[in-house]
């Protein structure tokens, strides 16, 4: 007999919701992340667009009430980093760096990570200046003036709460328009310390021991220019961590998970969830929604053996 009926990967907000619903259903649930509980919502300084708060959460107080009710179902939290999945008849068998998990099936929901410039500077300044995380390093930079590059939800957002901790930010976006939602643009729009640059690429962070500047080529014009800032956050989007699925599952050519309606994944008793998999329009909701149809169909596929 397997050791659970259900092993998650990732304990991020599709995680969460897939360990409780299926727990809920009477389900043995083994939910094995590195870091602990919560994901990258745990840097938010805001979550907007949940429902039931329409005053928005911080991600340090919500993820943790996933937590407990994920706890409170019956969900056993594992602590471990997962490096592969392997198949043994109806058994899928979960390889992690502390041990190994015999389950029936597997729901996958490691989430992404945060995509990289990958221009001269940035590497060597993670941690002197460079950042993914507004509401954990903002403070550090009362006073400065500081760069945010990207033009999505994430970019807008952060820089949203940037505005409350530094002199002046300057946001560079590559586009001719944000693809943020419009009422994340016009909510930043109405900081007085905002300087907003389309067309505007940064090709490379310059400093000695930390961060002095960044290079921003104009891509209308082809002019380029040293803006003098303190910090850089970097929010250009995602890149899913499917590192340990590659030759198991079917991927698209980006990286994500292919699944049905259902989150089967191409492999019998293995889902997918979340911003990891092909198609997510990666909103809290829609990815809470499919933590939940993963934990279903897990459920249902048992119920078929």
């Known amino acids: 007999m397997a050791d659970y009926d259900v092993v998650i990967i990732g304990a991020g907000l599709a995680g969460l919701t897939a360990g409780f619903t299926a727990a809920r259903h009477g389900l043995r649930v083994g939910l094995v992340d590195r870091m602990g509980s919560g994901g990258q919502i745990l840097n938010v300084d805001r979550l907007e ?33 997962v490096v592969g999945i392997e198949v043994e008849g109806d058994d899928r068998i979960v390889h992690g760096t502390e041990g190994d998990l015999q389950t029936t099936t597997v729901i996958v929901a490691t989430g992404s990570s945060f995509r990289t410039l990958g221009i001269p500077g940035e590497a060597r300044f993670v941690g002197h200046g460079v950042s993914n995380c507004a509401s954990c390093d903002g403070p ?59 067309n505007s690429e940064v090709t490379e962070i310059v400093g000695e021991d930390t961060v002095t ?34 030759g198991l599952v079917d991927l698209d050519s980006g990286g994500h998970v292919v699944t049905d309606l259902m989150m089967q994944t191409s492999v019998a008793g293995i889902f997918a969830a979340g911003d990891i998999r092909q198609g997510s329009v990666s909103l809290l909701p829609s990815v809470m929604g499919d933590g939940a149809t993963a934990a279903v169909a897990a459920y249902r596929y048992i119920r078929g053996l």
């Open 49 to 81: 667009g949940l429902p039931g708060f329409p005053e928005g959460v911080a991600g340090y107080e919500f993820g943790p009430i996933l937590q407990e009710q994920a706890e409170t179902a019956g969900v056993e939290f594992i602590l471990d980093t």
């Open 213 to 246: 500047a960044v290079r921003v080529h104009n891509i209308l014009t082809g002019e380029t220019r040293d803006e003098a800032v303190a910090g850089v956050f970097v929010f250009i989007g995602l890149e899913p961590n499917t590192h340990y699925l590659n």
């Open 140 to 198: 550090f930079f009362g006073g400065d003036r500081v760069a945010v590059v990207g033009g999505g939800d994430s970019a807008i957002e952060e820089a949203e709460v940037l505005t409350g901790h530094v002199d002046q930010v300057l946001v560079f976006n590559r586009g001719e328009t944000f693809s943020a939602q419009q009422a994340l643009v016009d909510c930043l729009a109405d900081k007085s310390n905002v300087e907003l640059y389309h």
